[in-house]
């Protein structure tokens, strides 16, 4: 999958494989003429400047609800939206917001996406966390972003005072619109997912590829962003999990 200023990747889905399957790290940075996105040479790692893994955390939810491409079998379609208010307005992104007090990561994501679109999920899949020092959010605190897919729902997308909904071809997400780190990680669960709806997905069912305990691909990663338009340094993990690996050891363990 190749996307402007990214290289092709030679990252493929190989369900037999366990564990470990990419570590990167790097920096980003949207072109401000709007030509797109520029990648950086990544800096080592020591060169980062990334808050403790103990920092304070605000715990937020990303969500992305699929369906079959209606007129290309295999081949899938993304629900993003054009977010109107508040933290990322303007931008293009998956739906979500901030994890309320005695609320799932799981509730949070499904209540968010039925206030934001009206969609209702009854199937999702929690597929990777995301930490973001982003001061000019929070400056004390790094945003701790769940992100799950939704396979199965009901309703239909509907316009809201937060979100302008559209559904996208998997291979045309609006990468230049978007936040500057999606980018880097948003390519690879789309290869996964890919992968996913080309072997086993039949319209309206949960691939076993990504069954709720099964192991699954997951993305760790860290991002910091000085601002809400440059990743100055980030590192990336995908692995594969699922069920309690899902869990803050696994977290722990690949955030070295
Ligand atoms: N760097 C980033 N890249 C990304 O892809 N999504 C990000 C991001 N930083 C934040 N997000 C997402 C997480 C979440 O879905 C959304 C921010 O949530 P909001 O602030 O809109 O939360 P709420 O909907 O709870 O807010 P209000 O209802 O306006 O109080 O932006």
Redesign the pocket.
């Known amino acids: 999958m190749t996307h402007a200023g990214i290289p092709d990747s030679d990252f493929t889905f190989d369900p037999a494989s366990k564990g470990h399957l990419v570590s990167q790290c790097g920096a980003v940075r949207l072109d401000p003429g709007g030509a797109g996105v520029a990648v950086f040479h990544p800096p080592t790692l020591g060169d980062t400047n990334f808050r403790p893994l103990d920092a304070p955390r605000k715990g937020?939810?990303?969500?992305f609800p699929l369906r079959a491409a209606p007129d290309a079998p295999g081949r899938f379609q993304v629900l993003l939206g054009e977010?109107k208010?508040?933290?990322?307005q303007g931008?293009i992104?998956?739906?979500?917001?901030?994890i309320e007090p005695g609320e799932t990561s799981e509730e949070c994501a499904i209540r968010?996406l039925a206030?934001?679109a009206h969609l209702h999920a009854t199937s999702i899949s929690f597929v990777g966390r995301?930490n973001?020092n982003?001061p000019s959010?929070d400056p004390n605190r790094l945003?701790d972003?769940h992100v799950f897919v939704a396979w199965q729902f009901t309703g239909s997308p509907v316009e809201t005072p937060?979100m302008r909904p559209f559904w996208v071809d998997a291979d045309q997400v609006p990468f230049s619109a978007?936040?500057?780190?999606?980018t880097i990680w948003?390519p690879y669960l789309l290869s996964y997912l890919a992968g996913v709806y080309s072997s086993d997905q039949a319209p309206g069912t949960t691939p076993q590829a990504l069954a709720a305990d099964g192991p699954h691909l997951l993305l760790l990663a860290h991002?910091d962003?000085p601002d809400?338009a440059t990743v100055a340094a980030y590192r990336l993990h995908l692995a594969f999990g699922g069920g309690a690996a899902r869990g803050d050891t696994l977290w722990a363990a690949l955030s070295q």
């Open positions: 937020f939810t990303l969500v977010k208010r508040g933290l990322g931008l992104n998956g739906f979500g917001g901030k968010e206030e934001e995301l973001f982003l959010a945003l972003v937060e978007m936040w500057p780190d999606d948003l991002f962003m809400q």
